[in-house]
C-alpha cells in the first residue's frame, strides 16, 4: 500500500467513526428525552412527540408536538400531531386551548376519517371545561347557574351519535348525552326547589312543568311531580294537587314527599360524573 493510499483509507476510517458517532449520540439524545436537532426529519419529532405522550408527560408533548406542526405543518405527520397534541392539551386542563386546536382540525380537514374523534374530543373538553365549577356550583343559588358549556358538549356529542352513528365512539357519546340531559333536568329542579323555599309558588310550578316538557323520562322526573304537588298544595289549588299526587303514587310510591319528608327532600342527590373513562387518543388506530 503506497503513503497516499494509506492516507486515503485512514481518512475514510476517521470519517465512518465520526458518523457512527454522531448516530450514536442522536439515538442517545432520544433515549435521554433530549429533543431533536434544529434540521430533525418529520418522523423523528413525530416519534419523540408521540413518545411523551404514551409516557402520560402531556405537557412535553404539547410543546413537541407545536415544534411538528410549526416545522412542518402540511401532511399525514402534521394532522396526526393536532390530534394528539388537542389530546395532550386535554388531559392538561388546558380546555380553551384544546378546542381552538379541535377547531381548527375541524375546519381544517373536515373529512378526516378520525373527524368523529375530534367532535367526541371536543364534547369531552367541553364538559370538562366545569368539572370544578360543578362540583361546587350545587352549594351556589340555583338560579345563578350556567351550564352552557355543558351544553355545547351535549351539542358535540350529538353530532358524534347522528353523524357518525357507526364510528366507535357513537355509542359513548350517546351515553354521554343522557347523562348530561339528567344534569340539566337536575338543574331545572333545584330551582323548582330554589323557588319553593323561598315561597315562590307559581315559579316553582312553571320550573317543574318545564322540566318535565323538556326532559321527559328523566331520572328526576318524578321530583318534578312532587315539587308539582307541594307548589299546588300551597297555592291551595286541591284539583291540580291531586292529580300530582295520584302520579307520583303511580310512578314513586316511595317517594320521600309521600312519606312527609318534604323538609328534608332532597336530602341525598345521586353523584354524577359523565366525564371520566374517556376513549383515549392513544385507542385509535
Same mark, same amino acid.
Given at each position: 500500500?503506497?503513503?497516499?493510499?494509506?492516507?486515503?483509507?485512514?481518512?475514510? #476510517?476517521? #470519517?465512518?467513526?465520526?458518523?457512527?458517532?454522531?448516530?450514536?449520540?442522536?439515538?442517545?439524545?432520544?433515549?435521554?428525552?433530549?429533543?431533536?436537532?434544529? +434540521?430533525?426529519?418529520?418522523?423523528?419529532?413525530?416519534?419523540?412527540?408521540?413518545?411523551?405522550?404514551?409516557?402520560?408527560? $402531556?405537557?412535553?408533548?404539547?410543546?413537541?408536538?407545536?415544534?411538528?406542526?410549526?416545522?412542518?405543518?402540511?401532511?399525514?405527520?402534521?394532522?396526526?400531531?393536532?390530534?394528539?397534541?388537542?389530546?395532550?392539551?386535554?388531559?392538561?386542563?388546558?380546555?380553551?386551548? *384544546? !378546542?381552538?386546536?379541535?377547531?381548527?382540525?375541524?375546519? @381544517?380537514?373536515? @373529512?378526516?376519517?378520525?373527524?368523529?374523534?375530534?367532535?367526541?374530543?371536543?364534547?369531552?373538553?367541553?364538559?370538562?371545561?366545569?368539572?370544578?365549577?360543578?362540583?361546587? !356550583? $350545587?352549594?351556589?343559588? *340555583?338560579?345563578?347557574?350556567?351550564?352552557?358549556?355543558?351544553?355545547?358538549?351535549?351539542?358535540?356529542?350529538?353530532?358524534?351519535?347522528?353523524?357518525? =352513528? +357507526?364510528?366507535?365512539?357513537?355509542?359513548?357519546?350517546?351515553?354521554?348525552?343522557? @347523562? #348530561?340531559? +339528567?344534569?340539566?333536568?337536575?338543574?331545572?329542579?333545584?330551582?323548582?326547589?330554589?323557588?319553593?323555599?323561598?315561597?315562590? $309558588?307559581?315559579?316553582?310550578?312553571? %320550573?317543574?312543568?318545564?322540566?318535565?316538557?323538556?326532559?321527559?323520562?328523566?331520572?328526576?322526573?318524578?321530583?318534578? !311531580?312532587? !315539587?308539582?304537588?307541594?307548589?299546588?298544595? %300551597? #297555592?291551595?289549588?286541591?284539583?291540580?294537587?291531586?292529580?300530582?299526587?295520584?302520579?307520583?303514587?303511580?310512578?314513586?310510591? +316511595?317517594?320521600? $314527599?309521600?312519606?312527609?319528608?318534604?323538609?328534608?327532600? =332532597?336530602?341525598?342527590?345521586?353523584?354524577?360524573?359523565?366525564?371520566?373513562?374517556?376513549?383515549?387518543?392513544?385507542?385509535?388506530?
Amino acid at each position: 500500500m503506497t503513503p497516499r493510499s494509506a492516507s486515503r483509507s485512514l481518512l475514510l #476510517l476517521l #470519517l465512518a467513526a465520526i458518523l457512527a458517532t454522531s448516530g450514536c449520540a442522536r439515538i442517545k439524545n432520544f433515549f435521554r428525552g433530549e429533543e431533536a436537532p434544529e +434540521n430533525a426529519a418529520v418522523e423523528q419529532l413525530y416519534e419523540e412527540a408521540h413518545a411523551s405522550l404514551r409516557g402520560r408527560n $402531556w405537557s412535553s408533548a404539547e410543546e413537541k408536538f407545536k415544534r411538528l406542526i410549526a416545522q412542518y405543518p402540511y401532511g399525514p405527520y402534521a394532522e396526526q400531531a393536532l390530534i394528539e397534541m388537542a389530546y395532550a392539551q386535554y388531559k392538561r386542563g388546558r380546555h380553551d386551548d *384544546a !378546542v381552538s386546536t379541535i377547531d381548527r382540525f375541524i375546519r @381544517t380537514y373536515p @373529512t378526516h376519517r378520525h373527524i368523529a374523534y375530534m367532535y367526541y374530543l371536543r364534547g369531552l373538553t367541553n364538559a370538562s371545561r366545569d368539572t370544578v365549577f360543578l362540583q361546587r !356550583v $350545587w352549594r351556589l343559588d *340555583a338560579s345563578r347557574r350556567d351550564l352552557a358549556t355543558p351544553q355545547q358538549a351535549y351539542n358535540d356529542f350529538s353530532i358524534v351519535a347522528e353523524r357518525y =352513528p +357507526n364510528s366507535r365512539y357513537a355509542a359513548d357519546a350517546r351515553q354521554r348525552m343522557v @347523562t #348530561l340531559r +339528567n344534569m340539566f333536568a337536575r338543574h331545572e329542579l333545584e330551582t323548582a326547589l330554589y323557588y319553593l323555599r323561598r315561597g315562590a $309558588w307559581v315559579a316553582a310550578a312553571n %320550573r317543574a312543568t318545564y322540566l318535565l316538557e323538556t326532559y321527559p323520562q328523566s331520572e328526576h322526573q318524578n321530583d318534578a !311531580v312532587a !315539587v308539582l304537588a307541594e307548589a299546588y298544595t %300551597r #297555592l291551595g289549588n286541591q284539583t291540580l294537587a291531586a292529580d300530582a299526587r295520584r302520579v307520583l303514587e303511580q310512578n314513586a310510591p +316511595n317517594h320521600p $314527599w309521600l312519606a312527609g319528608d318534604w323538609p328534608d327532600y =332532597p336530602s341525598n342527590w345521586r353523584k354524577l360524573n359523565p366525564f371520566a373513562g374517556e376513549k383515549s387518543a392513544l385507542d385509535m388506530d
